[in-house]
């Protein structure tokens, strides 16, 4: 098959011949109709978190059943699926309570296993257990979820990350009232999504903030009330100054320091900000200590929070009724080959999701 393959970071993903195993065990093979290209796969390429190499990137992603193992009784060659990289092993204490989204023992093949990749005669290292830069995964059953045939897999593939990381961040994690105030920094895939949570679950204000106006006009268009360029001024002030006093929520969704750091700084007193993006590996968010005694919260994200075997098919239904707006999100489409393209133009912010067409 064919797969982007990743040699190291600060270099171009080059398209390559490479094997893939059959399924054994609770193992399915998947032909990948659609993946999405997400910035957390960039945050790699650009070296901001080590990952070892070769191996092959994508975690956001749709396709076809092709193939199940023996043990698999879920699925069945034909049904169609989202891939979702909080893959869960089911026995442990997180997920016996609930939080599958934080399992610490996820399913991998045993190393006397022969690999799932190879290129060349090496093995190729599986990125977030799925590698969907390919044209087939091979993921283990409890990394899918079964959707129906006529949802368009370019679509659902968005809700493989970044609509059940942004949604969900609102939905699972921030648990937001109606009637409240929300700011979310960063306009991109997940912070369109992290707006559209917040219109679904009523609130009365949402504040997008980015530096590129045309994202502002994106999240307006999808449900926003308003937008702040950060490159105009002080973006906290004018958060501070539409809201009298701060916002109820916050949701960084960037990956930024200085973003975190006023995603906490915008919060009125008893507000919850919530750190969604991926800050680089070894960098310390400040914040200013006096602020806890008016409880002021900060708290992490982990995808959404999901129970993604659930969310996912409610994040459809949503989409049917026109209240989760997917269609606008997509600005372009391409296939295997654009993906360097498609980092490209993500970091230049002429995107709001690329989506890899490769089957």
Request: proline fraction near 5%; charged fraction near 20%; charge should be neutral.
């Amino acid at each position: 098959m064919k797969a982007a393959m990743f040699h190291g970071p600060h270099q171009p993903l080059t398209i390559e011949e490479v094997d893939i195993d059959k399924p054994i065990g609770r193992e399915v093979l998947v032909r990948t109709v659609a993946s999405g290209v997400c910035h957390s796969d960039l945050h790699f390429v650009d070296g901001l978190y080590p990952f070892p190499t070769p191996a092959i990137l994508g975690h956001e992603a749709a396709g076809i059943v092709e193939a199940v193992g023996l043990q698999v009784s879920e699925f069945k060659p034909g049904d169609h699926v989202i891939a979702c990289l909080s893959v869960f092993c089911g026995h442990c204490d997180y997920c016996l309570t609930g939080r599958t989204h934080l399992c610490q023992t996820r399913p991998v093949r045993a190393k006397t296993d022969p690999p799932k990749l190879s290129w060349k005669g090496q093995p190729v290292n599986q990125f977030a257990n799925l590698s969907a830069y390919a044209e087939k995964m091979l993921v283990h059953e409890n990394a899918l979820v079964k959707i129906d045939d006529s949802m368009p897999l370019d679509r659902a593939a968005l809700i493989g990350c970044g609509v059940t990381t942004g949604v969900g961040a609102v939905l699972n994690t921030a648990r937001i009232e109606p009637g409240s105030t929300v700011a979310v920094f960063g306009a991109g895939g997940v912070g369109l999504a992290a707006v559209q949570g917040a219109r679904i679950a009523g609130a009365r204000m949402i504040i997008a903030v980015d530096t590129v106006d045309s994202k502002l006009v994106k999240a307006k268009e999808l449900g926003a009330t308003h937008g702040v360029n950060a490159k105009a001024g002080d973006a906290v002030k004018a958060i501070r100054d539409l809201t009298g006093g701060g916002v109820d929520y916050s949701f960084e969704c960037i990956g930024l320091k200085i973003a975190a750091e006023q995603c906490f700084d915008c919060i009125r007193p008893g507000g919850t900000a919530t750190v969604v993006g991926m800050i680089p590996v070894g960098q310390k968010v400040e914040l200013d200590g006096p602020m806890f005694l008016r409880e002021k919260k900060i708290q992490g994200c982990s995808m959404g929070s999901n129970r993604f075997k659930v969310d996912m098919p409610r994040y459809i239904e949503l989409y049917r009724q026109g209240r989760l707006m997917l269609d606008e999100m997509i600005t372009r489409r391409g296939k295997l080959e654009d993906v360097n393209e498609a980092f490209r133009a993500m970091k230049a912010g002429e995107v709001s999701r690329t989506v890899l067409m490769l089957g």
